[in-house]
């Protein structure tokens, strides 16, 4: 996401968060930077996605994947990457859902039978054609912020928001054949929005087990990797993330270490020191959950290396892959 808008404010002078880190933080690092230089080693794998939307050559995203401890295993479990969002730049009106009423099928039996999960596609393909709307103020308990933005893209087109539901209903396939039962804040079903406060409180009134908000960052080119935003602890107004911050830390971490694995993607070198993780107090989407949440920022759409692998349809299913398995770790415990 750009940090243009609501949730996307440009972030403070960060203070060191350099304290002692979980076992799976600890663990991410060295395997991050194994996985960095080998990308950076061999350059593109032809992983079968489209480069057209990028100005520049592809740069490859090596990565084994691994499925979750007690899950499928991921070849027998991967849906195809070619049915969903083939990375082309877009047209002038959105086609909607690409798999229809797929929320309304039937959990399968899985170890993940009775959980609850919430994906959030950030922003929204309508977005652009309702300024007044996402323009208007909405309280996230710290403070008022506007209702949504447009979000990013690359330079070449391709919109953070059509990137989002892309991975969105990729991440829904892996889940229902586990067994979730997986709700959407948006499914391009809507002319514009949610607001960010509505999104925070579809996965309350869901009471899931788990919330993720996926979102594409619109950084400075150079500025690479992705990381995952974890709320702040926040006692303001109608915001209370006490009794979910270290819930929420325990899933981003796991998904920031399946992520890696997964994607071969490095962690941000401009965002978390270098762990993948971030803790924010200005989001609403954070700031008014109840429920265990985190945002993850895949990569940066104007950076043109990460725009090659944003744009290719077999990165996406690999990063949807690496979410669904740190989503999977989470609710197994």
Known sequence: MSYVGPDFDPPGPRRSRRGPMTVAVAALVPGALVGWLVWQAVGDSGGGGSTSATSTTSAGAPGASSAAPGSASAAARTPSASGTDDGKP????????????????????????????????????????????????????????????????????????????DVARRLRTFLQQEGATVKFTQDGDRSWGPCVDERARIGNDAHADAVVSIHADGSAAGNRGFHVILPASVHSGGADTRAIVASSRDLGERIAGNFVRDTGSAPSNYIGGGTGLDVRSDLGGLNLSTVPKVFIECGNMRDSKDAALLTSGAWRQKAARGISEGIVSFLRG
């Open 90 to 165: 877009p047209s002038s009106t959105f086609s909607g859902p690409a798999t229809p009423a797929a929320s309304d099928l039937p959990a399968a039996a899985g170890p993940l039978k009775g959980k609850v999960v919430v994906i959030d596609p950030g922003h929204n393909p309508g977005n652009f054609q309702h300024a007044a709307d996402i323009n208007r103020k909405v309280n996230i308990g710290t403070n008022w912020k506007e209702c949504d933005t447009t979000g990013t893209s690359t330079n070449a087109g391709y919109t953070e928001a059509r990137f989002t539901l």
